[in-house]
């Protein structure tokens, strides 16, 4: 089993669209939580932090269950500038190793 | 701003050969990584490294070596090179005492074993 999965997509939506992805982790001593953004033949960035009360960034809202081991992320009226990859990331130790999911791909579509 | 540097971006090696990768950053951070990418399988740690003279294996460490000499600077090398090492590899730092786990990656090496 894999330490972290994630949907395996892609999604397509159009514009307007709301999209959820799932993000499950299999270490529970795990300390920390990111959603990155990879575009298409470029380096991850860093979209924004998991808290566990949950978190919002403008359009982008991150959830955080300890319980269930599960992260999520929700893009509400999605634009064309958001296509690209949403990698989930867990932190076990700080400063030494992040584990990072596969990735789910997401397309946008006019 | 250059941030994270690695050179160099392209390389097509033949089996056996040998090379080096170098990450350089100019942030002053205390900890970099070296990850290497493969479709479907995101991103894997290679070696990483939480100080200058420090170094400590990953999830996928074998046929790999680094060395951090410098602190702005993380070496990957490849003794012997192989098909199965085809990919596209990523370094990454990020600062001591911050908090919000991000790190910066360079834009990636790709290299293709024949």
């Known amino acids: 089993r894999k330490e972290v999965e994630q949907d395996p997509g892609p999604f397509n939506v159009p514009e307007g669209a709301t999209v959820a992805f799932n993000c499950t982790y299999s270490?529970?001593?795990?300390?920390?939580f990111f959603w990155y953004r990879q575009d298409c033949r470029k380096e991850p960035k860093l979209l924004m932090s998991v808290y566990s009360s949950g978190n919002e960034d403008g359009r982008f809202t991150a959830q955080l269950n300890r319980a269930s081991q599960y992260i999520s992320l929700l893009i509400r009226d999605s634009k064309l500038s958001d296509s690209a990859t949403y990698l989930c990331?867990?932190?076990?130790?700080?400063?030494?190793?992040?584990?990072f999911g596969p990735g789910t791909r997401l397309s946008v579509l006019p | 701003n250059a941030g994270v540097t690695q050179t160099p971006k392209f390389r097509v090696l033949k089996t056996g050969q040998s090379m080096t990768l170098l990450c350089a950053q100019d942030?002053?951070?205390?900890?970099m990584y070296w990850y290497r990418q493969d479709p479907g399988m995101g991103l894997r740690l290679i070696h990483y490294?939480?100080?200058?003279?420090?170094?400590a294996k990953g999830e996928v460490p074998d046929g790999y070596n680094v060395s951090r000499l410098k602190k702005q600077n993380f070496l990957l090398g490849l003794e012997s090179a192989a098909p199965s090492q085809t990919s596209v590899y990523f370094c990454?730092?990020?600062?001591?005492?911050?908090?919000?786990?991000?790190?910066?990656f360079g834009e990636g090496s790709r290299l293709t074993v024949l």
């Open positions: 990331v867990v932190n076990e130790h700080y400063g030494q190793n992040f584990v």
């Open positions: 490294s939480v100080g200058e003279g420090t170094t």
């Open positions: 270490n529970s001593a795990s300390q920390s």
């Open positions: 942030m002053n951070h205390e900890y």
């Open positions: 990454a730092s990020l600062g001591q005492g911050a908090n919000t786990g991000e790190l910066f």
